[in-house]
Each structure stands twice: as C-alpha cells, then as structure tokens.
C-alpha cells in the first residue's frame, strides 16, 4: 500500500515539474513574441513619422529619457525617440499629449526635424467622438498631415490655431474643440524643442558616441 502511495506521489510531481515547465517555457515564448509585436508596431508608426530612409540606427532603442514638461503635457518622464544618421541626430519624435480634447486627453507622437521643421505627427490614442472628432487619425482623414515641415519660423504664432481662432489649420465641420486641441499640443511640442535643442542634440550625440543605439 505505501509502495503505491509512494509510486502515485512520484508520477503526480512528476507532473507538476513537466507541467510546470511547459507553463513556464509557454509565457516566456509568448512574451518574447509579444514584446517583439509591440516593437514592430512602434516602429510601423514611427516609420509613418520618418521614414526608415532617412535614418540608419535602430530607432525604437535610440532613446532619450526626459523630465515631465507642461510644453509636452507630460506630468512625468517620458521617452524621446531619436532618429540618427551616420551617428548625426536626423529628427527627435515625442510623447505629446492635449490634455484638453473633447472627450479627455489625446495622445500624440510628433517628430520634429533638428532643423526645427515638423517631420509628422500621429494620434496614438484618444477617446474622441467616431465620425467627428476621430478625423485626426491618418486612417480617418489627411488633416494631420497638414503639419509637415511647419515650423515656428513658417507659421506665426497666431497661425498656429484652427481656422475659427484665426488660424492655418482647419476644423472639422460639427467638431472644432479636437483639433483645437492637437494643434496647439503641436505647436507647444515645437516650443519645446525650440527651448530644449541644444540639450537634447548633445544628450543624442553622447549616446551615439557610446555606441548605443
């Protein structure tokens, strides 16, 4: 009966380790996986920001991490991309936010050349109204392309709103307060960098000169 209860102990942990292991080997794959499908989905979008021929260094891994700003919207730190060339800084890309949509805070990447110039800009997440406000997603409509290569020297600082405020940028019929929003994160997103160049070039150059990147 013990030899039994013995040999029925030993196959039931046998088991427990195979099937402990199994579980294991599985969510270490699948977050492997998983981690690669959210860089190859980063890098899709910043891609759409700069293309993949103007820079040649791994950009999802390029990185500078950077203090909150009001400028960004940001009440924490957040992580700049940077897009290199030869080891020469191309284009920084941010985290941006509007904390002031329609519906809540907007969520945006805008890369901006180191000329000042704007590369692109993409909403990454939002909450606004379908078939009103979502229109500042490329897929809905072209109107956030309408920022590339602004820049504070090409657009006044009155410009820099919706057309109802007297400004460049247009509005969507039935929604002006979702664009309103973008355009001045936008713009404040230039100021930033305006403010900030010189820091974030020497941070990118050091960070190429250590080889990482």
Known sequence: MNKQVFITSIILTL????????VAFT???TAAQIQFNEKQSLLRTLNTIIPSTQYDNDITQSTITIAASPHLGTDKESVVYVAMKNKKPVAFIF???????YNGKIYLLV????DGRIAGTRVVKHRETPGLGDAIEERRSDWILGFNNHSLDS???KQWKVNRDGGEFDQFTGATITPRAVV???H?????????KQQLLESASTSASNGEG
């Open 95 to 101: 985290n941006a936010i509007a904390p002031n949509g």
């Open 27 to 29: 969510e270490k794959s």
């Open 184 to 186: 001045k994160a936008v």
């Open 15 to 22: 088991f427990a380790v195979i099937g402990g292991g199994l």
């Open 111 to 114: 890369g901006i050349y180191t």
């Open 188 to 196: 404040q997103s230039l100021l930033y960098f305006n403010a900030n």
């Open 155 to 157: 657009l006044s600082e």
